[in-house]
């Protein structure tokens, strides 16, 4: 993954650290953090110290990482794949894993306040959790 600058049309930074290729990534609200997810990890950057990784979470090798997404006030992170798993975005450490889906998820999104989740996965399922 290249970080671009698009006024000066150049990379500022490049994310190389998945072996396996990354599958998602997202930017906390302030603009200073990047979480990027692979097959089976997942990295925080912090964009003003870009040297290396803040933190990295190992995930199951049969997670199989599909998305990420992170709370407005970048206190909580999902990582979706074969269940949910929810973090502390700060110490990449895990607070619950949501296994109520039958098939892989595929997608996870928080509601704007950060109390909601909704996941979608192959099961043909919408399921909605609230704090």
């Known amino acids: 993954i290249n970080l671009w600058n698009i006024a000066a049309q150049s990379v500022v930074m490049t994310f190389a650290n998945h072996k ?9 609200e302030n603009g200073y953090q990047v979480i990027t997810g692979g097959s089976n990890e997942v990295i925080l950057w912090d964009l003003r110290k870009i040297k290396e990784p803040v933190k990295t979470a190992k995930l199951n090798k049969s997670f199989d990482l599909s998305c990420l997404s992170l709370t407005n006030s970048s206190a909580y992170l999902a990582a979706a794949g074969s269940s949910v798993v929810l973090y502390h975005t700060q110490t990449l450490e895990e ?24 996941s979608v996965s192959l099961d043909r399922t919408l399921k909605i959790y609230s704090a």
């Open 20 to 28: 396996n290729g990354t599958r998602d990534l997202t930017f906390s």
């Open 95 to 118: 607070i619950v894993t949501l296994s109520d889906h039958s098939e892989r998820v595929t997608g996870v999104q928080w509601d704007h306040a950060g109390t909601s989740l909704a």
